[in-house]
């Protein structure tokens, strides 16, 4: 455990000098770059009871509105390794089999029910909750369930019981819910809103579809965001090439397995590999051997090494701030509507992929913050200054983590004021504004259009 010199507080309560630090983690960290370490961390397994710094402010603000999106919990892998078994792992929603928590059985039950939700289209067809003996690709497995019911506990205590944001007589209209149609983001969705709302109301549940991963609703027309992608993707693969202990541990595996090294890589055996470590389960063998531990540590360093050089490159940043303005648009117009006394939507909820995380905190600037484990939330809080009623701020939390003052909008405004939040106009004018000035654009539309120079 880290031991952490206290700072003198000051009258308004606050740490002077911790608010732009990124909370500690209690485990001690390796200073050099250890995948099984990330690989620990990106599995997220429910252990010790976790704590965050969502809803913490001086006393004299009202938290007015919050909006969160979340990755979908822990999942069956999206691909399988050829001519190997698949990991052998139960989809089922066994209580007594860790990890659980105490209101999985009550919730099993809850969603059992589930009739009177309104749930758009493709929705209304998707299981409420995991339920097969052998996993399906990309099911939300137990583990996925139990964080996402823990997210919703921990939100719920801060956020309901300490801030009394939704009161026992909360109505439909005080919630916005959206999710993508896949069966994990929608159970992930449920089980959040399940621990988290003072009474679960499947009458009061209106679901709504998002055909798109990244969000961007009816503003999805953009060819330069398409451009910068398919840059990005071409610096993934000239890095990939490049590496030599990769291409050797490809070549091995592909032995092992007996089939071609390019469709071994194809079958971007990163994913179901993850899926055995988070799982505790052994890797695959065949009659030729067995794929190791240094196999997958190999492929993991690789994929953090990308992830560094993806902050560096800049292409991923241009893709995201084009791949995410709908989506944070939509979010501001909504924290101005609630400024100006709206009461509606003052809590949201978007169920979301890694895909869509990622660019969010990418445009945002928050360039220290880790590839979205299973079960990740991002939080935005909209607070009243109690002093100066007309005033709004936002903090902006990663995984329980302040990182307002990560972000590149916000980042020198600590500096010069004692409040522990940004401005909500920042915020504005970073969404509205300065997103584009990169692209030497005024509008979406224009930089969506503009070729690089």
């Known amino acids: 455990v880290h031991l952490i010199p206290a700072n003198p507080i000051r009258e308004d309560g606050l740490n002077p000098k911790s608010r732009k630090r990124i909370m500690p983690n209690l485990l001690t960290e390796p200073p050099a770059v250890d995948p099984v370490y990330e690989a620990r961390v990106y599995c997220n397994i429910p252990t010790i009871a976790e704590r965050g710094m969502e809803g913490h402010a001086p006393h004299y603000f009202k938290l007015v509105s919050v909006q969160v999106l979340i990755r979908h919990g822990d999942r069956y892998p999206l691909y399988a390794i050829p001519k190997t078994k698949r990991p052998d792992i139960d989809c089922m929603l066994v209580p007594s089999r860790k990890p659980s928590h105490p209101q999985l059985e009550a919730f099993i039950k809850q969603m059992s029910k589930g009739s009177a939700a309104q749930m758009d289209g493709p929705l209304s067809s998707l299981p409420r909750y995991p339920s097969h003996s052998l996993c399906e690709m990309g099911e939300l497995t137990q583990t996925g369930v139990v964080q996402h019911l823990r997210n919703g506990q921990l939100l719920r205590e801060i956020y309901i019981n300490k801030h009394k944001l939704l009161l026992s007589d909360w109505t439909a209209k005080q919630l916005y819910l959206e999710t993508t149609g896949k069966s994990r983001t929608l159970q992930s969705a449920l089980a959040l809103l399940y621990t988290f709302l003072p009474d679960f109301d499947w009458k009061k549940i209106n679901m709504k579809h998002q055909w798109s991963t990244i969000f961007c609703s009816g503003s999805c027309d953009c060819p330069m965001r398409n451009h910068y992608l398919e840059e990005e993707q071409r610096r993934q693969y000239s890095l990939r090439v490049k590496n030599n202990d990769l291409e050797k541990i490809y070549v091995d595996m592909a032995k092992i397995v007996g089939i071609p090294t390019r469709q071994l890589r194809a079958s971007n055996p990163i994913d179901s590999l993850l899926c055995y470590f988070c799982h505790n389960v052994s890797f695959p063998c065949t009659k030729t051997g067995c794929i190791s531990m240094e196999h997958f540590k190999v492929i993991k360093r690789h994929q953090l090494e990308d992830e560094r050089e993806r902050q560096e490159k800049k292409l991923y940043f241009f893709y995201a701030l084009l791949a995410t303005h709908p989506l944070l648009n939509q979010t501001v117009n909504r924290l101005q509507r609630i400024a100006e006394g709206k009461k509606e939507e003052v809590f949201v909820l978007y169920s979301a992929h890694d895909v869509t995380l990622s660019p969010v905190l990418s445009a945002l600037g928050i360039t ?85 120079l």
């Open 368 to 452: 220290e913050a880790r590839f979205p484990r299973f079960a990740a939330r991002l939080v935005f809080e909209l607070w009243q200054d109690g002093k100066r009623p007309k005033e709004h701020f936002i903090r902006i939390l990663y995984n329980g983590a302040d990182v307002t003052f990560l972000t590149s909008f916000c980042k020198d405004y600590y500096k010069r004021s004692s409040k522990p939040m940004c401005p909500l106009e920042k915020f504005v004018n970073f969404v509205k504004r300065d997103m584009f000035l990169v692209f030497n654009s005024t509008s979406y539309y224009d930089a969506c259009r503009r070729r690089p």
